[in-house]
């Protein structure tokens, strides 16, 4: 046994987290030879999928469904879904509860949220800032809302956020984790820099939520989006979020105002009154069967903090660097995620030329990651189903493959 199998053993030995692992569907050691057992490294793309999730959807399909039909929608809790999830997605981001509801895609989230923030910026303020490195779908959404509320979009890195922002700003759309880099941007600073302009601040969360402590409610923020389908484990497609701070959503004029955001959806008025507080996030039907499997899958955090997750993030990330550094030959691969704690999401992103045939020959091997056109291979790290043993083999079999 290698120096780094050992430190492995030892570093899985003590992690708390460990014993979550078992409420997964995953490759097991005992389903494989120890070095042929596949490394789930992509939950950062997809969660793994929790193991009490086919029993809830079972019992949604053929009990609620099947059997109470229409009654389930006050009995098994189908109408309030939304809301309630919300609410539980809320503590693993920082948000006191009535300020969440659950539904819809993150892009379509990014819609209500960036639009409603313009018009609460109100008319003199006719400009967008957008990341310009942002996960496509929030530049193109950005675009479209711009030129419909007829402000100018300005994409800009997150770095120079503050020196863009004046008294033409209404709204800045950020990423608090780049999908690429894994860079984690400061969240609390330019939020704090965004109100200083008299601008609001618009974050997605999609790659942070779940995997580090995100403090919206400490830190401000205005309005924020995210997916509920990598660190949370939600599942394929499972709904977004959406976010607006308590005191803002009085004057939360949603750009989507279907009837189940409508103060009375039931009273079938031709004329539109929105509900109070987060419900005027809601647009139409909630897609259930998706939903109440992302109930299930939240309810591992009832056994695990997100202090934790972010501790065990860090220590996995570092280790797999270390591995990395030495299984391969040196400048064969560059890292472009911070080795700063401070700056690091949870996933490495590493840089070779190759890395679309390098990230095939990894998944052949059983090793899991992605690759990001046209040179990155991404690692994403779930804490809550991760073992350092596996994050030394994926960096052992890596360094197979690049020599
Ligand atoms: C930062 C970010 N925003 C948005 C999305 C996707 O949005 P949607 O849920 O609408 O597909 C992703 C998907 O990976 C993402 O990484």
Redesign the pocket.
């Known amino acids: 046994m290698s120096e780094l199998t050992v430190r492995a053993e030892k570093l899985d030995a003590a992690d708390e987290l460990a014993p979550l692992r078992s409420r997964f569907v995953l490759d097991t050691v005992s389903d494989h030879a120890a070095d042929a057992a596949g490394v789930y490294l992509d939950g950062?793309?997809l969660g793994a999928l929790p193991a009490n999730v086919p029993a809830r959807i079972e019992d949604v399909v053929r009990r609620q469904w099947g059997e109470l039909r229409i009654r389930s929608w006050d009995e098994s809790g189908w109408w309030t879904a939304p809301e309630r999830i919300g609410d539980r997605i809320a503590p693993l981001v920082g948000a006191a509860p009535g300020q969440i509801v659950v539904g819809?895609?993150?892009?379509?989230?990014?819609f209500k949220a960036l639009v409603a923030a313009v018009r609460m910026a109100g008319p003199a303020r006719d400009e967008i800032l957008v990341d310009a490195t942002?996960?496509p779908?929030?530049g193109y959404i950005a675009e479209s809302a711009a030129r419909m509320t007829g402000r100018t979009l300005r994409p800009v890195t997150p770095s120079e956020v503050p020196s863009a922002l004046s008294d033409r700003t209404a709204a800045v759309l950020l990423?608090h984790?780049?999908?690429r880099s894994g860079r984690l941007h400061d969240l609390p600073s330019l939020t704090a820099a965004i109100h200083a302009s008299g601008a609001l601040a618009v974050w997605?969360?999609?790659?942070s939520a779940g995997a580090l402590p995100v403090g919206l409610d400490e830190h401000g923020v205005d309005l924020a989006?995210?997916?509920t389908?990598?660190y949370l484990n939600g599942g394929p497609?499972s709904p977004?979020y959406l976010y607006v701070r308590r005191d803002l959503q009085d004057r939360f004029d949603s750009p989507l105002p279907g009837w189940n955001s409508h103060a009375e959806p039931f009273g079938m008025s031709q004329s539109y009154a929105p509900a109070p507080g987060a419900l005027r996030g809601r647009v139409g039907t909630p897609d259930i069967l998706s939903m109440l499997a992302l109930e299930a899958a939240l309810e591992i955090w009832d056994d695990a903090s997100v202090a934790a997750v972010r501790a065990k993030s860090l220590a996995l990330t570092d280790f797999f660097l270390e591995c990395v550094t030495a299984y391969t030959e040196p400048g064969r691969i560059t890292s472009v995620t911070p080795d700063a704690h401070e700056e690091r999401g949870s996933q490495i992103a590493l840089r070779c030329p190759d890395a679309g045939d390098v990230m095939k020959r990894l998944i052949d091997r059983g090793v899991v990651g992605d690759f990001r056109n046209p040179d990155v291979l991404r690692f994403g790290f779930s804490p809550l189903y991760v073992s350092f043993a596996e994050t030394e083999r994926a960096a052992r079999v890596l360094g197979e493959v690049l020599g």
């Not at 819809?104 to 990014?110: A, E, K, L, P």
């Not at 997605?204 to 790659?207: K, Y």
């Open positions: 950062n793309s819809d895609s993150t892009s379509v989230n990014v942002t996960f779908t929030d990423n984790v780049d999908y997605d969360l999609c790659h989006v995210g997916c389908y990598k497609g977004a």
